[in-house]
C-alpha cells in the first residue's frame, strides 16, 4: 500500500476512536456507492453523520480541511442519498469534515468541523 494510502486510511481509524470516545456510534467506515466514498458514517444525538476525513503530514501545502472541494462534496452528496435510502432513515442528516495533521509517529492534531458542508 502507498504511504499516502495508509497515512489516510491511520487518519481514518484516528477520526473513528476520537468519534466513539465522543459517543458517536459508527455504522460504516469506507461505504462505497459507485466510485464514491463516504469514509464514516455515524449515528449522533438523532442525526446520520457522513463523515469525510482529511489527513496531511504537514500543512505546508495547505490544511486537510481544505482539500474537500465541490466535487468531493457532490460525491458524498451522491452517495449520502443512496445510504439514506438503503436504510430508509427519515431523521436529520448533516455533513462534517475530520481533519487530521500529523506532527509526528505519535503526535496528531483533529480539527472536527461539524455542519461543513450542504449540499445543494
Known sequence: ?????????YG???ARHYLEDKGYRILNQNWFYGKAEID???YYDGK???????TR????HGKPEEFVNYKKERQLEF???????RSQHHGEIRFDVIAV??????KYKINHIE?????G
Open 115 to 119: 455542519d461543513a458542508f450542504w449540499p
Open 101 to 106: 495533521t500529523m506532527n509526528s509517529n505519535t
Open 79 to 85: 452517495a449520502s442519498l443512496e445510504y439514506i435510502e
Open 12 to 14: 481514518e481509524d484516528l
Open 40 to 42: 464514516l458514517i455515524a
Open 57 to 60: 503530514s504537514s500543512v505546508t
Open 48 to 54: 446520520l453523520i457522513f463523515i469525510e476525513v482529511k
Open 1 to 9: 500500500m502507498a504511504a499516502h494510502n495508509e497515512l489516510g486510511r
